[in-house]
């Protein structure tokens, strides 16, 4: 069934004393008319949303019981989940792979999980505070964010320095900025608390300033230019991250440049004529890397638009392109066709929800949406809200 928009909403105009909020995930205006004419449905998703992340945290990197190498437990530390130790050496050093299993060890170090539940929190919150009004939601979605990023006694550093670390390899590598690629959503999180009595000008300051040090680490250190320079989903998704916190700092020419270098870097590079992934393809959970590299392609894609680059209709000599990537999944996800490259965690169709609403938003297609809400079991208040703009972008056009 699908989750129609009401009518009444499809007509209201943006209202000149509404100023849409400058967002990155999902457009400003829109959210702005929606806040306007909410449907029942996205003010109880994001109300429930609310309260249940007035429970949550605050989370602190001093929360782990290890210190990274550097002595100092304010800077950031996640061990590598697929190593695991060698049985060849006594002391199991140094720690070999195993793609797609995790070492349950990872779990002992809690900045990775306890950074995934900040922006979840901050996010919920968010939306419920730029719904309702309700203060409450901004004091603790503040509350979060001070604790996290700017009180001196549990602030976490502005480094990735000690990320998925492997055991008796390293302290610490590129490919552990990914453990913060969820950082544009904390981005949106702020600037919907625009407004609030809880965000103080102060609070602005300090969190515009540790974005602007965490911007400079991921630009000119060795592990943001080792992910950087990553083929496969680790690029898109540092891509994705660095445009985000760019256009939050305004540094749009910066940002355009990431996002159109991606064409060729990113789409051209990694997608082949018939839409298949074959750096995706070769892990273990293949159909699962799959949908994670074109959901990072389809954020950047929507942030890219922000800095004048169409990263939606590029199409690459060959045919490459966003929605053939797209297409080469969709019938595996429907049950049309059998995946055949292995695949540990079996064929996750729902995954590919928010891809197919980001496309049928971005392609204004129908069919897009119908596959979507096909594969949606349990549709959250971000999805609502997707499915909304996609309803009310095809009403338009």
Known sequence: MRFAVLACLLAVPVFAQQAPPRTLAIDGAFLAKMKAHPTPAILDAVRSGGERALTAG??????????????????????????????????????????????????????????????????????????????????RAVLLLRTWFLDSATRMNPNLNYAQAVLGVNTGRGTGLIDDRGIPRILDGITLLDGSKSLTQQDIDGLRA?????????????????????QNNHGSW????????ALFLGERDFAHRIAETAETKRIAY?????????????RTKSFSYSVFNLDALERLAVEARLADVDLWSYQAKNGASIRAALDYLLPY??????????????????????PLLLAALNY??????????????????????????????????
């Not at 349950?104 to 009004?133: I, M, S």
């Not at 990694?270 to 070769?282: C, F, H, M, R, V």
């Not at 129908?366 to 208040?381: G, I, M, V």
């Open 58 to 139: 605050p989370f602190s990197v001093m929360d782990k019981k290890d210190t990274p190498p550097s002595g100092d437990k304010h800077d950031y530390m996640s061990l590598a989940p697929y190593w695991w130790p060698n049985p060849a050496t006594k002391d199991g050093l140094p720690y070999i792979r195993h793609d797609g299993e995790i070492n349950p060890e990872r779990y002992k170090v809690p900045d990775d999980a306890n950074f995934n539940r900040l922006q979840n929190a901050v996010h919920a919150l968010a939306l419920g505070y730029y719904f309702t009004g309700q203060e409450e939601y901004a004091a």
């Open 210 to 230: 540790w974005f602007s040090q965490y911007f400079d680490w991921l630009k000119n250190s060795a592990n943001g230019h080792d992910e950087s320079d990553a």
């Open 238 to 245: 540092y891509d994705q991250q660095i445009t985000g916190i």
């Open 270 to 282: 990694q997608i082949q004529p018939d839409g298949s992934e074959p750096l995706e393809l070769a």
């Open 333 to 354: 996800a429907e049950g049309e066709k059998q995946w055949t490259h292995q695949a540990l965690n079996g064929v996750d169709s729902n995954s590919l929800t928010e």
């Open 364 to 397: 204004r297609s129908a069919d897009y949406l119908q596959d979507a809400e096909k594969l949606e079991k349990n549709p959250d208040p971000e999805i609502l809200l997707l499915q909304a703009q996609v309803e009310d972008a095809l009403h338009a056009h």
